[in-house]
Nanobody, 119 residues
Framework: QVQLVESGGGSVQPGGSLRLSCVVSDSILSFVAMGWYRQAPGRQRELVATITSGGIRNYADSVLGRFTVSRDNFKNTVHLQMNSLKPEDTAVYYC?????????????WGQGTQVTVSS
């Protein structure tokens, strides 16, 4: 059973920074992609940032230039550095891992960590 455990959420003022971390119970090299999604109250879960096993990064337009996703293969950890935070970044942030099982793509999720941006 693959487990993803997030940490680093909290409350911050607009313009502040937070760093989220996600520790995976399996080697992250066994996943084709890792990333972060978020879900605000009353809204659907949306992609924030992903990074493939080859190191290719993808960002939502709303966070481009402010957030950075990275991975530490030795520590089986994925990070999300969030700078210049805005109130609209407030959401529960979920770590995601994607693995190919035969010919299907399977998603694994963490339990989520709350990020609140407010003055």
């Amino acid at each position: 059973q693959v487990q993803l455990v997030e940490s680093g959420g909290g409350s911050v003022q607009p313009g502040g920074s937070l760093r989220l971390s996600c520790v995976v119970s399996d080697s992250i090299l066994s996943f084709v992609a890792m990333g972060w999604y978020r879900q605000a109250p009353g809204r659907q879960r949306e992609l924030v940032a992903t990074i493939t096993s080859g190191g290719i990064r993808n960002y939502a337009d709303s966070v481009l230039g402010r957030f950075t996703v990275s991975r530490d293969n030795f520590k089986n950890t994925v990070h999300l550095q969030m700078n210049s935070l805005k109130p609209e970044d407030t959401a529960v942030y979920y770590c995601n891992a994607k693995r190919v099982i035969v010919t299907a793509l399977r998603d694994y999720w963490g339990q989520g960590t709350q990020v609140t941006v407010s003055s």
